[in-house]
C-alpha cells in the first residue's frame, strides 16, 4: 500500500471504562501479570472497581487502561496500568496517567502514588521516589495477594498537585 493509499491511524480516545471493557481489560492485566509484571486482578475485582478504571481505545479496542483507586483523604493511588505490548512508547500511558491526575484534582485529591517496577516513566511524569512505608497500612492489602510478598522489588511514586477543596 503507498502513503497515498494508506488509510490514516484512527486517533487513541481516553475515557471511563464500561461494562463492555471488563473481558480486554481482564485480559491485558492477565497478560501482565502472567509476566510478574502488575498485580493480578479477577474479573470479580475489576467489575467491582470499574468506576475506578479509565480506557485508551483505538477504532472500537482496548489497547491501554489504568484505575486511579481513593485510598484515604487526599490520598489516591494509579493501579492496574497497561498499555498493550504493540502500542507501547506512543505516549498512551502517559496520556492514562495524566487522565488520573485530572481526576484526582476533580475530586480534590492533592496526592497520588503508584507502586511500579518502572519509576523512570512516573518521574517524567513528575512523580518522585517516596518510601513505601511513608504511605498509609491501608495501601498494603493489594500487597498480601502478590507473589512476591513479602520481598516487593516495586518502588513507590507520588506527585503532589495542587486542588481546590470545595464545600
Same mark, same amino acid.
Given at each position: *500500500? ?12 481516553? @475515557?471511563?471504562?464500561? *461494562? ?18 502488575? $498485580?493480578? %486482578? ?8 470499574? =468506576? ?5 481505545? %483505538? ?13 484515604? +483523604?487526599? $490520598? ?9 505490548? !504493540?502500542?507501547?512508547? #506512543?505516549?498512551?500511558?502517559? %496520556? ?9 484534582? =476533580? ?7 503508584? $507502586? ?7 518521574? %517524567?511524569?513528575?512523580?518522585? #521516589? ?5 504511605? !498509609? ?13 513479602? +520481598?516487593? +522489588? ?10 481546590? @477543596? =470545595? =464545600?
Amino acid at each position: *500500500m503507498s502513503k497515498a493509499t494508506r488509510r490514516p491511524r484512527r486517533p487513541v480516545v481516553i @475515557r471511563q471504562a464500561c *461494562m463492555a471493557d471488563v473481558e480486554p481489560i481482564f485480559a491485558l492485566i492477565t497478560a501482565f501479570s502472567r509476566q510478574e509484571v502488575m $498485580l493480578p %486482578r479477577s474479573r470479580a475485582d475489576l467489575y467491582e472497581s470499574l =468506576r475506578d478504571f479509565l480506557v485508551a481505545e %483505538r477504532g472500537g479496542a482496548v489497547i491501554g487502561c489504568g484505575a486511579l483507586t481513593i485510598e484515604w +483523604d487526599n $490520598l489516591a493511588e494509579i493501579k492496574s496500568l497497561a498499555v498493550a505490548r !504493540p502500542q507501547q512508547r #506512543r505516549g498512551i500511558g502517559t %496520556r492514562l496517567v495524566k487522565a488520573c491526575l485530572a481526576e484526582a484534582r =476533580r475530586l480534590g485529591i492533592g496526592k497520588v502514588f503508584a $507502586l511500579t517496577s518502572s519509576p523512570s516513566f512516573f518521574e %517524567r511524569l513528575g512523580f518522585i #521516589r517516596v518510601d513505601r512505608e511513608s504511605l !498509609p497500612h491501608k495501601v498494603w492489602s493489594d500487597c498480601l495477594k502478590c507473589t512476591k510478598f513479602p +520481598d516487593c +522489588d516495586e518502588l513507590a511514586v507520588a506527585i503532589e498537585q495542587k486542588v481546590s @477543596r =470545595r =464545600r
